[in-house]
């Protein structure tokens, strides 16, 4: 069947099959038996993973090579295709949706119809889902280039086969190998097991604080992980609880509040904490004790009225804090006289109160430390319960031990109200008061004047019973003494009657007590048994003394709990704890590992909630800090490994840990050895993991890689680690063990493999040194594509590559030069393969083609390819250490017969290309864009060239260059070959054909053209160009025509050729729709003026999206883009020859419409970043009539200003003073602009006396900014060149004005003449951006005179044809246009 025949039965199917557009991911066959499509073909699927950005390979031909494996549905019809191409674009243009029913709308509610948009969709830049090694006339010369191709495509066979049975084979680790590597599993003595669960025991019977829910019990957890028996359980189990329980430690940070209330007269208070541990309180106790105070605790809070809620009514949680509550409470009374000052030792101050209820004085005194100077951020105070240091105060000995040793007395909420003076009176007071006994009391410091204070202070207060004691914490605001000078000095602090009140209240208070009072700002309790064992850091809202306080803000508080034993160990022994902590992870690690048997690494380093409970409260109750706990996790799991394999990447988890946390904390000597040990056992044991990771880590398994990476990068990690040269000082440098590791494994693998593969000599010795290379090229393979990167990623930066390629390089070498044998090759035949090449292109596609068979053998190729495949490795390895390889001295044999080959493949792909064209079938794929076999035989002959060059990576420069530049030369005429018989055959078509018809089949053409095109763009990258002219340009060094750019020019010429013959194929079809558009344009630029441009130009974009709706489908990306840019160009010269049609003045609405309609076209021909790019729309055409309309557009002001702005830049890029300079200076000062016009050099003449009567004009521009800077001017000097003006002017002006953009002054050179107008002789202008004293940076100086002068070049108009002149020329109605135009052209240069 002929051509046109199988296009005609492609075209007409194409409607139905646009229509459908299900499109298959693969290409169909091209055979000529299913051009007809009434044969079956069998077929399988290509792989999946093949995008259409790649060129995928098919089914490997056994003798040939790679074929093309085609899609199911070849006959019955195209298999459903990916998302993302242009099927919606068809479907929609073909068949548009029906349009929705809807109610009909007023018609002011009608909404617009939107504007067409390109549908460009995911354009093809060739045909993605073909195989490139495909060909279909193969057979007419037996193959003759897939020969060649194979003898590489048969080293990668073999690798692929290899590595399929690596796969196979080494997918896991193998059982003896693992074997050789274990060492003995860590064991304990029987003695130690026990004490050591007998520590676990312990640790589970005290557990502290709120714990998660946990799944299994943990004391039969433990007896699992110990394997202990049931009776030596239970024995075990009483020695654990007869130990004495540990004493409960509650570690409290106070660390901010804020919107507390404000309590002084300046609107701001002075906040303290006071804070204690008491017992729950009986609730009718505490309200009997209420009911006595409450009248006076009411004076405190604000609050009189408050009366105690019925206890029976609360939960039991408000009724603990209502008991406590109840005690701020108070019986009001007044007293009157007169105290003297304060005596020295009596309270009047909460270190007065803190000294009567400690015995002894606080740490510091808030206030003291305020005014002494001192300040901290945050105060720790650890407390003893056993500690308590004599009493400063005058009470006795018997208070301070019975009292308040244990128990001590919180009255009023810990208000810290001013002592008696009398212990009868205190007593007294205490048995009124009815107090709760709370332990320790600690106070924070007072942090003045702030409703936001923030602590963060740090108190340890021990616990009785943590399932009754509460944590209670009051703040107040602290009242200092103050002395009648100082209270007047505070009357400007007083804000409103209210504060001045309450700062009278304070006077008296001062006056009457000779001390302050503390106001009430509000409480927190806290049920110590809600705190969970990891802590809590929590706002808590502060509360009031009853229900109807007026209290206001919140505290931030961190709390956690903690252990002090009491079983006679000594404290100071941390790393025992340790020591424990480390053997109870390893106990616990084997006993999770043992669940996963022989697979081990599966364990994702997590440990059973069982197990971290237990661990988590031995580390509690061991007081361990996090860096110890990360230490002993590391220890445990480090040491795990040597005998039960976990994967790398847990141990770098783990070691991460300890690594962040080592900055934080320190360590005990007897710790830095336990962890210097635990390094120094990891080290040996990856060092060997390392020289034999071949083994441990066999690829290709991805699991694998990622361990050996995570193993690498512990190694790393510790080379960094500042923990292990810390512990380990006298170690050798991690990178350096692991390159040794890695070169002693080399070695051992290629004995391995050489063992008999080299015979005495000849074809045998080659085989087998290639099978060798074979071998050793796998290996590098596997190391570059899985190990290389694992050691190369990581900070010690292995160069893995290059180090086992020296190695092997050297040792295979020395074997290569001991079987190598001479290669003869026939001789010369260049000038004959191109004799007959000139044939093929001038002969007629009816004539027949001589018979020509040069011939070329494979065998000398044999061994080349297998070293030139283990040589592509060498680029791993540093340029300066390539010299010293010993395969540069093998290639040279080689050349003769590299050189044949170039020869007769010139031929071979001329022949094919004609046997092609004649042969030539549409591929029937179903699919909108049509191809046809011959553009697809042409490319696979590029294809297998470019491959074998590439197979054989020749290593010589100077040569390799010369052979390239022939490569290029034969396939840039074997394309324009395949485009002239391309063309050749399009003249010959009907004339009968239809227009659809005709539309197909040159898109089907102009397809084939591109596609061949588009190969050739691609020689640059897969031949290496530019790498190596870049290097022959490096040695050469002599300058001149450059390697790159004689085979550039080879190329570019040749690209350039084929898209002129491209282009010209579709100049036909964009001249017709251009034809076509000028109605439209008409119809936009001439529209009404109410009719929006949206609306004028829709005819247009409607007519170019049906113009373009065929070709948008069935045109590869570039074509199409050729055609887009083609109709871009008539577009905008439509639209320009609208412009300028009417010689009469338009409106400016005229213009706004265009210019929008020109921005509408841009976003059409753009198609949302489908289309054309912008540097294709925002061509020259475009630029310049975007410009055209955008000033047409322009009010005259702005159009003056913007020429006023080009003149200034034009000013600033000036260099020569071909009509003489003028020199100025300027400076602002005080609202005034000074101007200083100096003198002027080499003014042109302009008089017949060859003289001029220069003087010079001052303006100040833009005149918006300078309303009042009428133009000034300097006196006139007659007869002179070279004028000294020497003249100063000021103008009003400020600085805003000067600092605007574009404020400049503009100096105007006349010549005066008395009888006729004056002469122009020169401008210049100067940007007042940068004068003195408008210079943000610029320094104001006293004398003006003193600044340097500035030298401007004048200048004149040199452009008569400016823009912006012609615009306002055309606006014959502005009468400011005209003048300035007419003004403009007096400064015009006349021609000379």
Request: overall charge negative.
């Amino acid at each position: 069947m002929s051509f046109l025949n199988s296009l005609q039965q492609v075209v007409a199917g194409v409607t139905s099959s646009v229509t459908n557009l299900s499109l298959s991911p693969k290409r169909f066959p091209f055979g000529r038996e299913n051009s007809t499509g009434g044969s079956e073909v069998t077929t399988t699927t290509a792989p999946q993973h093949q995008s259409h950005h790649h060129r995928p390979g098919g089914s490997p031909n056994p003798r040939l090579g790679p074929k093309l494996v085609p899609t199911p549905g070849a006959v019955g019809g195209a298999s459903p295709r990916p998302q993302g191409r242009c099927k919606s674009f068809m479907n929609h243009m073909m068949h548009p949706p029906p349009p929705m029913v809807q109610q009909p709308r007023p018609k002011k509610e009608r909404e617009r119809r939107p504007l067409p948009v390109l549908q460009c969709g995911d354009r093809y830049t060739f045909w993605p889902e073909y195989d490139p090694s495909q060909t279909w006339v193969s057979e007419v010369d037996g193959a003759w280039l897939e020969q060649f191709t194979s003898l590489g495509w048969r080293h990668s066979e073999a690798l692929r086969t290899l590595k399929a049975q690596g796969r196979q084979g080494s997918r896991d680790t193998a059982p003896e190998i693992l074997a050789s590597l274990k060492k003995n599993e860590f064991r304990l003595s029987k003695s130690e097991s026990e004490s050591l669960y007998v520590e676990v025991l312990y640790t589970v019977f005290h557990k502290v604080g709120v714990q998660q829910h946990v799944g299994e019990d943990l004391t039969k957890y433990a007896q699992a992980a110990f394997h202990t028996e049931p009776h030596d359980h239970l024995r075990l189990q009483a020695v654990a609880q007869e130990e004495k329980p540990p004493i409960l430690v509650l570690n409290l940070v106070v660390v901010e509040a804020e919107n507390l209330e404000a309590k002084d007269p300046n609107g701001y208070s002075d906040p303290f904490c006071m804070m204690g541990i008491i017992p729950e309180v009986q609730v009718g106790h505490a309200v009997a004790a209420g009911s006595r105070g409450s009248s006076r605790q009411g004076s405190v809070d604000g609050d009189s009225s408050a009366t105690s809620p019925d206890p029976a009514k609360l939960s039991s949680s408000a009724r603990i804090i209502t008991g406590t509550a109840a005690i701020g409470f108070s019986d009001p009374y007044c007293m009157l006289g007169i105290q003297p000052a304060v005596q020295s030792g009596l309270p009047g101050s909460p270190r007065d109160v803190y000294n009567l209820a400690q015995g002894s004085p606080p740490p510091d005194s808030p206030r003291n430390r305020h005014f002494s100077g001192g300040s901290r951020s945050s105060v720790e105070v650890e407390a003893d319960s056993d500690g308590d240091k004599s009493s400063s105060c005058e009470s006795p000995k018997s208070f301070a031990k019975e009292s308040l040793r244990k128990h001590h007395s919180f009255r009023l909420s810990f208000k810290r109200r001013p002592a008696e003076p009398k212990r009868e009176k205190l007593e007294h007071r205490d048995s009124l008061s009815n107090a709760i006994p709370a332990k320790i009391i600690r106070a924070t410091s007072v942090k003045p004047h702030t409703l936001n204070p923030r602590w963060n202070e740090k108190f340890r207060l021990d616990i009785d019973d943590i399932s009754l004691d509460i944590l209670h914490l009051d703040i107040w605001d602290h009242d200092d003494e103050s002395s009648v000078f100082e209270v007047v000095s505070k009357l400007n602090e007083v804000k409103g009657v209210k504060g001045l009140g309450r700062f009278f209240k304070q006077i008296a208070q001062s006056a009457r007590q000779g001390g302050g009072q503390d106001d009430f700002l509000g409480c927190v309790n806290v049920p110590l048994q809600d705190i969970p064992s990891i802590g809590v850091d929590k706002w808590y809202p502060l509360e009031g003394r009853s229900h109807r306080s007026n209290i206001q803000g919140q505290i931030n508080l961190k709390m956690w709990l903690s252990t002090r034993e009491d079983r006679g160990r000594s404290e100071e022994e941390v790393w025992a704890e340790v020591r424990e902590h480390d053997q109870i992870i390893t106990i616990f690690l084997l006993h999770e590992l043992n669940k996963f048997k022989e697979n081990t690494v599966t364990w994702d380093g997590e440990l059973s909630t069982a197990a971290q409970t237990i661990l988590h409260q031995h580390a509690i109750q061991g007081d361990l800090t996090q860096l110890q706990q990360a230490m002993c996790r590391w220890m445990a799991v480090s040491r795990t490994h040597t005998s039960k394999p976990v994967d790398p990447r847990v141990l770098h988890r783990y070691l991460l840990a300890l690594h962040d946390l080592w900055d934080t904390e320190t360590l005990g000597k007897e710790e830095e050895e336990m962890l210097a040990d635990s390094y120094t056992g990891f080290l040996e044991y990856t060092m060997t993991e390392v020289r034999r990771h071949r083994e441990v880590f066999p690829m290709p398994s991805k699991t694998h890689a990622i361990r050996l990476e995570a193993l690498l990068k512990c190694l790393s990690l510790l080379a960094e680690s500042r923990s292990y040269w810390k512990v380990c000082p006298f170690h050798k440098e991690v990178r350096g063990e692991v390159m040794a590791a890695l070169k002693r494994g080399a070695v051992e693998w290629y004995d391995r493999h050489r063992e008999a593969s080299l015979a005495t000599g000849g074809d045998i010795a080659l085989e087998s040194l290639a099978k060798l290379a074979l071998h050793l090229t796998l290996d590098l393979q596997a190391g570059v594509d899985y190990y290389d990167h694992a050691f190369s990623s990581t900070s010690l930066k292995i160069p893995y590559a290059a180090i086992n390629y020296k190695i092997f390089e050297k040792l295979l070498s020395e074997d290569a030069l001991k079987v190598l044998t001479v290669i003869q090759v026939d001789e010369d035949i260049e000038n004959e393969i191109w004799q007959m090449c000139a044939l093929l292109r001038d002969l007629e596609l009816n004539k027949e083609t001589p018979y020509y068979n040069p011939h070329c053998s494979t065998s000398p190729f044999l061994l080349y390819l297998a070293l030139a495949e283990f040589s592509k490795f060498q680029e791993h390895v540093a340029a300066s250490e390539r010299r010293a390889l010993l395969l540069g001295s093998v290639w040279g044999h080689f050349l003769p017969a590299v050189s044949r080959w170039v020869d007769v493949t010139a031929f071979r792909v001329f022949y094919r290309i004609r046997v092609a064209i004649l042969t030539d079938r549409v591929a029937n794929t179903g699919e909108p864009v049509q191809y046809t076999t011959s553009a697809v035989d042409t490319t696979s002959c590029f294809y297998h060239v470019k491959t074998f060059w590439r197979h054989l990576a020749w290593p010589d420069l100077s040569t390799s260059y010369s052979l390239v530049v022939r490569m290029v030369e034969t396939m840039s005429g074997a394309a324009d070959y395949y485009v002239h018989l391309l063309q050749q055959r399009l003249s010959t078509l009907a004339t009968d054909t239809t227009d659809m018809e005709r539309a197909q089949q040159l898109c089907i053409t102009v397809n084939n053209m591109e596609h061949v095109r588009h190969s050739l763009t691609l020689l640059q990258e897969e031949l290496q160009l530019d790498h190596l002219t870049q290097q022959l340009d490096a040695q050469d060094g002599q300058g001149g025509t450059t390697y790159a750019d004689h085979i550039g020019s080879l190329l570019l010429e040749a690209l350039t050729n084929l898209d002129a013959k491209i282009a010209n194929s579709m100049s036909p079809v964009a001249e017709q729709i251009g034809v076509e558009l000028q109605k439209d344009v008409f119809h936009l630029a001439w529209s009404p003026d109410s009719l929006p441009a949206e609306e004028a130009v829709r005819p247009l974009l409607e007519r170019l999206f049906a113009s373009l709706s065929t070709y948008s489908a069935a045109l590869l990306k570039n074509n199409l883009d050729r055609l887009l840019y083609l109709l871009w160009l008539a577009v905008l010269g439509a639209l320009h020859d609208q412009i300028g049609k009417d010689t009469e003045e338009k409106q400016v609405t005229f213009f706004v419409r265009l210019y929008d309609a020109l921005e509408l076209l841009r976003a059409f021909f753009s198609a949302h970043g489908r289309g054309l790019d912008d540097n294709s729309l925002a061509g020259p055409e475009y630029m310049t009539l975007e410009r055209q309309l955008r000033l047409h557009k322009t009010t005259t002001e702005t159009l003056i200003e913007t020429y006023h702005m080009e003149r200034l830049m034009e000013q600033e890029r000036v260099e020569s003073q071909e009509y003489g300079s003028l020199f100025v200076r300027a400076y602002f000062n005080h609202d005034s602009l000074c101007v200083e016009v100096l003198q002027a050099r080499n003014v042109i003449p302009l008089d017949p006396n060859g003289f001029s009567d220069p003087f010079v004009v001052i303006e100040l521009l833009p005149r918006r900014l300078f309303p009042g800077a009428a133009q000034q001017q300097t006196n006139v000097h007659k007869k002179t060149l070279h004028p000294l003006f020497d003249e100063c002017f000021e103008f009003p002006a400020s600085l805003e004005s000067c600092q605007a953009e574009g404020a400049m002054i503009l100096f105007t050179l006349m010549d005066h003449d008395v009888i006729t107008c004056n002469d122009f002789g020169g401008e210049a202008f100067l940007s007042l951006n940068t004068i003195s004293g408008v210079v943000a940076s610029s320094s104001s100086v006293d004398n003006f005179h003193g600044l340097k002068p500035i030298e401007l070049s004048l200048m004149f108009q040199k452009d008569p044809d400016n823009s912006i002149l012609k615009v306002l020329e055309t606006r014959t109605s502005d009468k400011v246009a005209l003048e300035f135009v007419k003004k403009q052209k007096e400064r015009i240069a006349r021609p000379t």
